[in-house]
């Protein structure tokens, strides 16, 4: 796939060499190079194994390393989605300041985080993704300051329901290897 300019995300195929879907990762770019790269938690050790027989020439240079153990994240979504967000940040969350596919590392509240706009219920919504030792507090931060907007936990099947209604495609789900 297209790699993404700094500060941006894109949602990227991993393909095997016959071009058939094997993974799907959310690449976020950092710094020139520097990549925050986002896959199935239960394909992690595939994952690694692919990278490390494919490193090729960039062997030595490049650095893989499995985060899943460290970083954990969490989602907001929904029309009051931004104005949740911005009242726990400086950073600016404005359209124009930071439009659909963003990334940042930002404070949300007293919590340092990567945070992305992107949702995978196709309304506006913000991914965010910290230390494994943030996360009580980042989960509180939000449902504290969200309260006044009615915010509430969703579950899985619901997030299955709005990505189906977007016709948004999930990986075991609509994305296998056969196809």
């Avoid at 194994?49 to 899943?68: D, K, S, T, Y």
């Avoid at 359209?95 to 992107?118: E, I, N, Q, Y």
């Avoid at 991914?127 to 907007?149: C, I, N």
Wanted: proline residues 6%.
């Amino acid at each position: 796939n297209k790699v993404p300019a700094i500060g941006r995300i894109t949602l990227s195929p991993m393909l095997n060499e016959r071009g058939r879907l094997i993974g799907d990762f959310t690449m976020c770019r950092t710094a020139e190079n520097h990549f925050f790269v986002v896959g199935t938690y239960a394909a992690e050790e595939f994952y690694l194994r692919w990278f490390e027989q494919h490193m090729g020439a960039f062997a030595g240079r490049v650095l893989v390393r499995p985060c899943a153990m460290e970083y954990t994240g969490l989602s907001v979504a929904g029309p009051n989605s931004r104005e949740l967000l911005q009242s726990l940040t400086d950073s600016d969350l404005s359209t124009p300041a930071f439009p659909f596919m963003s990334f940042a590392k930002m404070d949300v509240g007293l919590v340092p985080a990567l945070v992305g706009r992107v949702s995978f219920t196709g309304e506006l919504g913000y991914e965010m993704w910290v230390t494994s030792d943030y996360q009580r507090a980042l989960y509180d931060t939000l449902m504290a300051a969200g309260k006044p907007l009615g915010i509430r936990p969703i579950g899985g099947r619901a997030l299955n329901s709005m990505r189906l209604e977007k016709s948004f495609g999930s990986w075991a789900r609509e994305f296998r290897p056969i196809y």
